[in-house]
């Protein structure tokens, strides 16, 4: 019975592995022959793209003419001319992410004047064919290439024009604009007529904007400024921009701070070529920080080209850049004890708790007529509750931070605290104690904290 039963499941199996395939055969028979194989035309070029039916309609329709489209544009696409400027960019960048739109630059032109030919689907996919004619194809990018060599050559003989004039940022918006006009060409020779001798538009186009490009320099107006924490420099830091080591206005600057944050981070150079940055309060404890410069080419190719590819071709370069160095020197700091506290008291401990929070924190020590700021620590004890075999004393006071110039930078009321002994030597003993530990762990470090 076992015996038969497989035998009966089997025999099932393979009669529906049977009309499967079947179904499959009439299918693969009922398709379009420009389905079963990609046409191959003279005087055209084809291009198929299919898609399998998941979600909305016009998803799938979508996804298949887009393929068709790029199926097309591939047996268009051209290979990279040896002289072309793509290959002279190549060349100079390497083989880098900066690029990877080439294929994406080189046919998206290619594809004005095709044809919707015919499309197929059954119950699981759809396809579409396109055809393009050939001589209408290249009639038609003929004329495209020469109206854009003619507007790439236009912004060539501005940016000459331009660098002639010593102005370097148009110069390189019109070679950037320049390029941007011929990208869809820039794999093939881009040649025309300057002044009676022959150019290649693009590889012009891109040595003029090297040129520029690297006869501008930048330099700080001073190499150091010592500058004490929590100080400023005193005055703006100033950076000079040269093109052929002369002076240049309305070159844009980015500024940064190795330290931290800018208010303001970025400037235009003025008449003179200088542009100034004001780092505001230094609060680095490092001994050394960096104000760094650098010419925002970025800025001047977003106002050149919405092009990402060509604006590529000026900001992903190595740029260079000029620092100022702040040597930081650290405030000195000192404490006063007043009301000859310490007459009676051994104020010893109080010393050292200041001076290892100060020293902590990152500030130098010194004695009060040298020091940057000054500690001054008011204390007095007052009498508390008594009784037959224990008496209390308060010790309290405030606490207050002045700079050299006898500023006020800061002030706090130091709350009681409570000592109890069998006697008001012992109470104020406790007391100090208590204090002691408050000093350390709330006041000295608020203090510290209000000057940081």
Known sequence: MVKLKFVFILAVIIGLSSCAAKKRAAEFEAQPEWVKQKPNIEGYYSGVGSSTKIGLRAGYIEKSKQDALADLAAEVSVQISSTSVLHTIETTYGNTDLFDQRIEMISDDYLEGFEPIDFYENEDGYWVYYRINKNVYYEAKAKRKREAIGNAKAKY????????????????????????????????????????????????????????????????????????????????????????????????????????????????????GHAFVEPGLIQSKNDKEQIIAVVDFEDIAQKATDDLFVRGLLTNRKTESTAIQLT???????????????????????????????????????????????????????????????????????????????????SKDIVGTKGVGQSKVDAKKEAFEAMLKNLNLIYFRQGLAAID
Not at 243 to 269: E, H, Q
Not at 367 to 393: A, C, H, K, M, P
Request: with cysteine.
């Open 157 to 272: 003989v501005a940016g000459q024009k331009a660098q002639q004039n010593a102005n370097p940022k148009d110069a390189i918006s019109f070679y950037l604009q320049g390029l941007s006009a011929i990208k869809q060409y820039m794999a093939e020779e881009t040649t025309a007529d300057n002044n009676g001798s022959t150019i290649d538009v693009g590889n012009e186009l891109f040595a003029s904007l090297n040129l520029v490009v690297s006869s501008i320099s930048i330099m700080p107006g001073v190499d150091e400024v010592v500058v004490k924490r929590g100080e400023s420099p005193g005055e703006p830091l100033m950076f000079a921009v040269l093109y052929n080591d002369n002076p240049i206005k309305g070159i844009p600057l980015t500024f940064s701070y190795s330290g931290g944050y800018l208010k303001k981070n970025d400037a235009f150079t003025d008449d003179a």
């Open 328 to 410: 930081i020197t650290q405030p000195k700091l000192a404490i006063s004890i007043e009301n000859d506290f310490c007459k009676n008291n051994n104020c010893n401990g109080i010393i050292q708790l200041f001076e290892k929070n100060a020293l902590y924190a990152g500030y130098l020590l010194d004695t009060v007529d040298r020091v940057d700021y000054i500690f001054e620590l008011n204390l007095n004890y007052s009498n508390g509750e008594s009784s037959s075999s224990l008496t209390s004393v308060y010790l309290g006071g405030n606490i207050k931070v002045f700079t050299a110039k006898k500023e006020l930078t800061w």
